[in-house]
């Protein structure tokens, strides 16, 4: 169940309705799917895909997308800092973001530019978000346990490539807690 998140404004909305229409409103896409396959760690990319063929496959193709991936983050991922951090920093992408949980959970965090309040969404199984492309925003796997396991969804992988805005201002929620 995601959670949206307005730390200045001490707003927390858990309707998955109202959460679909405050991110719709600002440009963000989120829906959430079925997603009932269960996988353990040793699942491979081409098993989980093609679980969620049935759902992926029309999203794709109605969106031009042409290939999807699965990251996986637990807390047996080497260098996970290094990896966290690179997450970690405000940055935006020349393609839109989006991801499919089908388990775990992890932080999207929004920095948009008409003024409003800095904002996160908890994204958990069954969550799809699509961040815009040119959207700056940061992603949280959490400080420790992390656990993620998603479907990514790309046009080309090279629009995936971060391009850091170095604003630092992700440094300020770095102790957020639900």
């Known amino acids: 169940m995601a959670i ?11 309707n998955p309705l109202e959460i679909k229409k405050f991110m719709n409103e600002r440009g963000i896409f989120f829906d959430q799917w079925k997603c009932e396959v269960k996988f353990d760690d040793s699942a491979s990319q081409d098993k989980i895909l093609k679980a ?47 991801r499919f949980f089908v388990d775990g959970q992890g932080f999207f965090w929004f920095n948009l530019e008409n003024g409003e309040s800095i904002f996160n969404l908890l994204c958990e199984k069954g969550d799809l978000i699509s961040v815009p492309a040119g959207t ?18 790309f046009i080309d ?8 805005t170095n604003s630092q201002v992700e440094q300020k929620y770095l102790n957020f807690k639900i």
């Open 4 to 14: 949206l998140s307005i730390p200045e404004k001490n707003i927390q909305l858990t």
């Open 52 to 98: 969620y063929s049935a759902d992926l496959d029309p999203f794709m193709k109605n969106g031009g997308y042409l290939t999807a991936d699965v990251i996986s983050i637990n807390n047996l991922t080497e260098n996970y800092e290094a990896i966290r951090n690179k997450f970690l920093a405000e940055h935006t992408h020349s393609e839109d973001e989006i």
């Open 136 to 153: 700056k925003h940061w992603f949280d796997a959490g400080e420790t346990n992390p656990f993620v396991k998603a479907i990514r969804i």
């Open 157 to 164: 992988t090279t629009g995936w490539i971060p391009e850091y």
